[in-house]
């Protein structure tokens, strides 16, 4: 509400994605830099060809599809952040499109949550109350929709609350569902 935009981008927007550090301002340079899946070294190559929605259910690695695309979120949000903080210059073309890649890959994501793909570091708790894990997800479509919106008009002032709230839906979710990786 009255927080300011910079603060809400650095403790929920960044924070959430539970990979980002860099773009703390005014701190010393991370000691930790956390890659959040020490299996992959090059994410980014993989995710660009997946094809994995069409597939049929049983040959899909649906763990590793999801943090595959909620990589691409983070990543978008990241950029999305670096904009808003002035890190990287406001491009409206090229925030528009930051947005619409997290709303694709944001909806990549969530196919990849159904019964019998318990795993990753997506806490049991999912499968359990599969309710409030879907109204999370409910809540995030919804600010990244309006985000969205708010991008067309390519003003940094109306836009900034808008990525606030885009980043406590991810925070919100990751709080109750996903395992602490760092
Ligand atoms: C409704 C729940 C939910 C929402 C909303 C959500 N996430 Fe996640 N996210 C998860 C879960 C669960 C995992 C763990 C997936 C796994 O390991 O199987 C995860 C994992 C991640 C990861 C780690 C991927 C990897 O490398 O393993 C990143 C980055 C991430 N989310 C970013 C975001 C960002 C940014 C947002 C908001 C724009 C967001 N998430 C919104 C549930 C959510």
């Known amino acids: 509400m009255n927080k300011t935009l910079f603060a809400v981008l650095t403790a929920l927007a960044l924070t959430a994605c539970g990979q980002q550090q860099a773009a703390a301002p005014a701190e010393q340079p991370a000691p930790a830099v956390e890659q959040a899946a020490p299996a992959e070294p ?14 049929p259910a049983g040959e899909v690695d649906h763990v590793k599809a999801r943090q595959d695309a909620f990589k691409k979120v983070g990543e978008s949000m990241e ?4 904009m ?66 708010a991008a067309q008009s390519g003003d940094m002032k109306v836009i900034g609350p808008k990525i606030g709230d885009v980043g406590g839906s991810c925070k919100s979710c990751h709080d ?7």
């Open 42 to 55: 090059a994410p980014a190559a993989e995710v660009a060809t997946a094809p994995a929605a069409e597939q």
């Open 79 to 82: 950029g999305i952040g670096k």
């Open 84 to 149: 808003a903080k002035g890190e990287t210059p406001f491009d409206a073309e090229q925030f528009k499109t930051l947005v619409a890649d997290m709303q694709t890959a944001g909806g990549e994501a969530f196919q990849h949550f159904g019964e019998g793909t318990q795993g990753g570091n997506a806490k049991a708790e999912i499968w359990t109350d599969m309710a409030k894990f879907e109204a999370g997800r409910d809540q995030m479509v919804a600010a990244v929709t309006a985000l969205n919106e």
């Open 176 to 182: 109750a569902f996903k395992e602490k990786t760092n």
